[in-house]
């Protein structure tokens, strides 16, 4: 038979598939058969905090009113943010002990510019940003051309510096930031008006449906299995329906903070980057063989270089998200839990610490889990003694499942 008669053939058994009505039922088993293999994704995860919204509701039926809720997600923006960056490190194999480091070197940087130095907080912001990508160009610069395992490099410069934040600082330790500043605006009083937090859900439903649509496209005229337009309906309509009853209850309060949505379009973006782009390939590549990475001709050390800069990044953005929540840069931004938290987000949420597999979403839902536990353990008047110990069994236990389901896949040829 001829090419073309080739391709004649499979165009119909494309639409076929596409058109078929058996694409749910079909998509239900393969979703069985991946959790039968040992591949997971974020069932534990959302189960997990299933399990936790429970307990905590069942105990304090304050937890999941609409004020609540509110404000646990403004809280998840900055150390997210942090989260998101961990992320990117821990897709390749390595590990930054520094983000809450870094988080508080551009907190610092952002204050002593814009209040003591009376710069434009635009140019301030530039500023604090710019020292994370710094940092992380010399993270990588020393992992890259000495091959300084990770740890060591990131350990060094969590204490380098928080001195270094220490004395940018100075004598006085604290500064405020103006709370009629926009970015401090930003990050307390600025939530979108019901209807625009309505159109942004309608808006994101429609670019995900868009997005199936494109891929079911592409596989079918691969002649690939793909999805049915009404499997896409389907899980569109559900996404729809869940924002919108999201939406509706925040709107009860006080609705969807501006901030919150800034640190879902940075989620939203970095899966964009990891999962259509050139550069995100290579990074799973990368994460999960290097040998074989380099060997497929990908630049492994523009790769590294590139990773530890965007973590340092966004661990000073969210540094900045911080300053601004709390209207104030101090000795203590970015110390405390902020670091064990982002970290244990980002492993959480279902970021392998072995490399090559999590996505940018790993971010978001890890980071709901830590602050639901802390919200839920200050709603019941406990000790912070108790959240630190909750959520050190809460990340062991997911490291195990994490381990567990690396060996089903290994057995069954997966891996």
Do not use: K
């Not at 530039?126 to 940092?135: D, E, K, M, S, T």
């Not at 063989?289 to 497929?296: I, Q, T």
């Amino acid at each position: 038979m001829s090419p073309h008669g080739d391709e004649r053939l499979a165009e119909p058994i494309a639409q076929e598939r596409l058109l078929s009505g058996s694409g749910i039922r079909h998509t239900f088993e393969a979703f069985v058969s991946r959790v039968r293999g040992g591949d997971l994704g974020a069932l534990p995860v959302v189960l997990g905090i299933a399990v936790i919204w429970t307990v905590f509701q069942l105990l304090n039926p304050v937890f999941l009113s609409s004020e609540n809720l509110v404000n646990l997600t403004m809280q998840c923006a900055a150390i997210g943010t942090i989260a998101l960056g961990v992320v990117l490190v821990l897709l390749v194999g390595e590990i930054d002990l520094s983000v809450g480091s870094v988080s508080g070197l551009a907190a610092a940087v952002l204050a002593v510019t814009f209040v003591q130095l009376q710069w434009n907080l635009v140019l301030s912001l530039i500023a604090a940003i710019a020292i994370g990508c710094l940092v992380g160009l010399l993270y990588g610069f020393l992992y890259t051309r000495f091959g300084l395992p990770s740890f060591v490099i990131t350990l060094a410069g969590l204490l380098g510096f928080l001195g270094l934040q220490l004395w940018v600082l100075g004598e006085t330790g604290s500064i405020a930031i103006p709370f009629d500043s926009w970015l401090v605006q930003f990050a307390q009083q600025m939530f979108l008006p019901a209807w625009a937090s309505y159109l942004v859900a309608v808006l994101a439903v429609a670019a995900f449906a868009w997005s199936l649509v494109r891929r079911s496209r592409r596989r079918a005229a691969a002649n690939l299995v793909s999805q049915s337009y009404g499997e896409i309906a389907v899980r569109s309509g559900a996404l729809l329906a869940f924002l919108l009853a999201a939406t509706w209850y925040l709107n009860l309060y006080r609705g969807i903070g501006v901030m919150f949505l800034f640190f879902l379009g940075l989620v939203v973006a970095m899966n964009f980057a990891l999962t259509r782009t050139r550069w995100g390939r290579a990074v799973y590549a990368v994460g999960g063989s290097v040998e074989a990475a380099r060997r497929a001709g990908i630049r492994v050390d523009r790769i590294y270089l590139s990773v530890f800069a965007m973590c340092s990044t966004l661990a000073a953005v969210g540094g900045i998200l911080a300053a601004a929540r709390l209207a104030s840069a101090n000795q203590s931004s970015g110390t405390g839990d902020v670091n064990l938290n982002a970290i244990a987000a980002a492993v959480i949420g279902g970021t392998s610490l072995f490399g090559g597999r999590g996505s940018a979403f790993s971010a978001l839902i890890g980071i709901v889990v830590i602050q639901s536990i802390s919200s839920g353990l200050t709603l019941l008047n406990l000790d912070s003694s108790v959240q630190f110990m909750v959520t050190g069994v809460v990340l062991v236990l997911a490291v195990i499942v994490d381990s567990l389901s690396r060996r089903t896949r290994a057995a069954t040829g997966r891996a």
